[in-house]
């Protein structure tokens, strides 16, 4: 356990002080140690390095649609709190499935962008997107379940566990961040889409 909790404690210090970025493999077996032990100490670094590392795997690349930083302190921390919900959402089964939508959504990211312009532009706000305060893993995939749920697919396309998270996450972004508008108008362009 001491091994352990000294070997994440240098990658979060190696992971903080070069911004050295890991492959999704590191954070898989991150999220395997965090939920997996029983140690305090362990889980504790096992968390905060989980956190650094779902924040740099879900926001390297943050899509936005409008360059100003008007509301940038709260996508900032809508970005912080949206990595916790990952990570204090996630189970050992959960974990393989995460990295594989992961992965997914890195390879649609043009489509995801395309589709949220239709979805911002279908809302009739009349105004300039703000900056989304989620993740494109958050906002494809919720718009993949609710699809779903919709009728256009016959099954769902991920597990019963992770879409209940699916759900609570995005309940939780909505009501947490100032402006939920753009993320609420993608969910109901995924239902009328």
Not at 59 to 84: H, M, P, R, T, W
Not at 125 to 150: D, H
Not at 162 to 185: C, D, G, N, R, Y
């Amino acid at each position: 356990p001491l091994v352990q909790h000294r070997i994440l404690q240098t990658l979060l210090d190696v992971s903080r002080s070069s911004q050295t970025t890991f492959s999704s493999k590191m954070l898989r077996h991150v999220l395997s140690i965090l939920v997996s032990t029983k140690i305090p100490e362990v889980y504790g670094m096992a968390r905060k390095l989980g956190l650094s590392l779902m924040e740099r795997e879900l926001f390297s690349k943050v899509i936005s649609l409008d360059s100003s930083v008007e509301n940038g302190g709260e996508v900032v921390q809508c970005q912080k709190y949206e990595a916790s919900l990952w990570i204090d959402g996630i189970s050992g089964e959960m974990i393989q499935e995460l990295v594989t939508m992961m992965e997914e959504t890195k390879q649609r990211r043009v489509q995801h962008k395309i589709t949220m312009s239709q979805a911002w532009s279908d809302a009739g706000m009349g105004y300039a997107m703000p900056r989304l305060g989620v993740s494109s893993l958050l906002s494809s995939s919720i718009c993949r379940l609710v699809g779903a749920a919709a009728g256009k697919e016959n099954i769902s396309p991920f597990s019963k566990e992770v879409s209940l998270l699916l759900v609570q996450l995005a309940t939780q972004m909505l009501l947490f961040q100032a402006h939920p508008k753009p993320l609420a108008a993608i969910i109901a362009f995924s239902v009328r889409d």
